[in-house]
C-alpha cells in the first residue's frame, strides 16, 4: 500500500511562534487532506489539497504532487492549536484513505 | 448541509457481549462510508468502506463486521466483544473518491 510518512512526530511551540509539518507520501494521489485531531478525539477537516496552495486563517497549506508532499504550516499559533495532526492519502481508483502517524503539536502559553 | 451522528460517543462493555455502532449521514444521497479505528491515539486503520447499501468490503479480517441496511446508515457490529476490539472507532463518509472525507465525532470503546 502507499506510505505516509509525516515529520515531525511531536512538536512543541511557544504561543505566538510559527511551525511547518511535513507530509510525504510514496505514490501519485489524486486526494491530500490535513486533519486535526482535537483532545476529545474529533478529526477536523482542515484542508483538502490534492494539488496547490490554500490559506484557511492562521492555517495555510501547499501539495506538490509531483514531488509527492504536503506542507501544512501554522502561524501565530496558539494553544487551541494543540492536538495531532494528520495527513491523509488516497491514491486514483482506490477507497482507502490511508493515514499517516500524525504530528502531536503542543503549545505553550 | 451535510452532517454526520455517530452513537454512542463511550461505550464499556464486556468479553463477550455484542456491539452496534451506528452511524448516520444527513443532508446527501448514496454517500461512501467508511468504518476506521484508531488504537492508542494514532494509527486510523480503516476496517469497511461501503459504496452502495448492502456492499460492504472488509480491509482487515477481525471479530468485527459492517452492514449498510439503508442509504445513509452504517452499522458496525459483533457479536462477541475481545479485549483486543477496544479503541476509538469512527464513522466517515465522502461523496466519491474525489472529495474529501468527513468523519464522526467517534466511539470510544472499551472491552473489560
Known amino acids: 500500500g502507499i506510505q505516509v510518512e509525516q515529520s515531525p512526530p511531536d512538536l512543541i511551540l511557544q504561543e505566538g511562534a510559527n511551525s511547518t509539518l511535513r507530509c510525504n507520501f510514496s505514490d501519485s494521489v489524486n486526494n491530500l487532506q490535513w486533519f486535526h485531531q482535537n483532545p476529545w478525539g474529533q478529526l477536523i477537516n482542515l484542508f483538502y489539497?490534492?494539488?496547490g496552495t490554500k490559506q484557511n486563517g492562521r492555517l495555510s497549506a501547499t501539495t506538490v504532487a509531483t514531488e509527492r508532499y504536503s506542507l501544512l504550516y501554522i502561524s501565530s499559533s496558539q494553544t487551541t492549536d494543540s492536538g495531532v495532526y494528520f495527513c491523509?492519502?488516497?491514491?486514483?481508483?482506490?477507497?482507502?484513505?490511508?493515514f499517516g502517524a500524525g504530528t502531536t503539536v503542543t503549545v505553550r502559553a | 448541509s451535510q452532517t454526520i451522528h455517530q452513537w454512542p460517543a463511550t461505550l464499556v462493555q464486556p468479553v463477550g457481549s455484542p456491539l452496534s455502532l451506528e452511524c448516520t449521514v444527513e443532508g446527501t444521497s448514496n454517500p461512501n462510508l467508511y468504518w476506521y479505528r484508531q488504537a492508542a491515539g494514532r494509527g486510523l486503520q480503516l476496517l469497511f468502506y461501503s459504496v452502495g447499501i448492502g456492499q460492504i468490503s472488509s480491509e482487515v479480517p477481525q471479530n468485527l463486521s459492517a452492514s449498510r441496511p439503508q442509504d445513509r446508515q452504517f452499522i458496525l457490529s459483533s457479536k462477541k466483544l475481545l479485549l483486543s476490539d477496544s479503541g476509538f472507532y469512527l464513522c466517515?463518509?465522502?461523496?466519491?473518491?474525489?472529495?474529501?472525507?468527513?468523519f464522526g465525532s467517534g466511539t470510544r470503546l472499551t472491552v473489560v
Open positions: 489539497i490534492p494539488s
Open positions: 466517515a463518509w465522502s461523496a466519491g473518491t474525489d472529495n474529501g472525507y468527513t
Open positions: 491523509a492519502v488516497l491514491r486514483s481508483n482506490d477507497y482507502k484513505l490511508s
